[in-house]
């Protein structure tokens, strides 16, 4: 079975995708990845999740372990957000996107079981992790 976080941004916004391509391999040295989780940038604005609920971003947990999970992110709206908060910001918003997911993606690893619960924080906190590493190299 293959292992590992990879990004594959051949359709999400490039600014978007580099960064995320960045993070990721932060991501790699510092968390355990045993089963592959692909992440998927995709052009929209908004997801649809499959409970029909609209959203920035989905991971999709199946039952069994030996199928591989995979994480959406939608990158559409990235020009806007760029304009109004800046660039840094913007790309901030897409990296926590991606740390709730893999909280998501861990809890499906230890338990099989996805919740809400303390991922907010977990994903911030992940995000300030690196953040401090990048301005602190």
Request: net charge positive; aromatic share 12%; with cysteine.
């Amino acid at each position: 079975m293959r292992s590992g976080i990879r990004i594959i941004g051949h359709r999400g916004h490039t600014e978007v995708k580099d960064a995320l391509i960045r993070f990721a391999k932060w991501l790699r040295k510092n968390y355990e990845f045993p089963i592959r989780v692909p992440v998927y940038l995709k052009p929209e604005r908004e997801l649809i999740s499959m409970h029909g609920v609209y959203c920035s971003a989905t991971f999709f947990a199946p039952w069994d372990h030996t199928v591989e999970p995979y994480i959406r992110i939608a990158t559409g709206d990235y020009e806007d957000e760029k304009k109004e908060f800046g660039r840094d910001n913007a790309l901030s918003g897409y990296l926590g996107s991606l740390a709730h997911e893999v909280v998501h993606y861990q809890q499906w690893i230890k338990d099989n079981i996805v919740h809400d619960r303390g991922v907010a924080a977990k994903a911030s906190n992940i995000v300030k992790r690196y953040s401090y590493t990048v301005d602190h190299p």
